[in-house]
């Protein structure tokens, strides 16, 4: 059983930057491959962001490349994912996610690839 703790969320300004950062409860972090998914109201939850067991590859949804970095720390158990130049459409629920397969024809975007799930940390983009 792999726990997760979402933080960092909250209410910031477009344009802005927010760091979001999820602890995993296992002692076998690097055999995950971790994601970032968000949900916004009404709508499913999507793909934002995707890092590998040893970190040798991320993958990004179209809607956040170029604004978002995910990365690791496996000392910490640690999933972090950065954003900048925030728009209102990045309000959501973002969720951390932790994926127990080796490998993915779908880069790991997909919701049911995806084994567990934290709670979710709120971010809301203010225009």
């Known amino acids: 059983q792999v726990q997760l703790v979402e933080s960092g969320g909250g209410l910031v300004q477009a344009g802005g930057s927010l760091s979001l950062s999820c602890a995993a409860s296992?002692?076998?972090?690097?055999?995950?491959?971790m994601g970032w998914f968000r949900q916004a109201p009404g709508k499913e939850r999507e793909f934002v962001a995707a890092i590998t067991r040893r970190s040798e590859r991320q993958f990004y949804a179209d809607s956040v490349k170029g604004r978002a970095t995910i990365s690791r720390d496996r000392a910490k158990n640690t999933v972090s994912l950065q954003m900048n130049s925030l728009k209102s459409e990045d309000t959501a629920i973002y969720y951390c996610?932790?994926?127990?397969?080796?490998?993915?024809?779908?880069?790991?975007?997909?919701?049911?690839?995806?084994?567990?799930w934290g709670q979710g940390t709120q971010v809301t983009v203010s225009s």
């Open positions: 996610a932790a994926c127990g397969r080796p490998s993915s024809i779908y880069y790991f975007s997909r919701n049911d690839e995806y084994d567990y």
């Open positions: 296992t002692r076998t972090f690097s055999s995950y491959v």
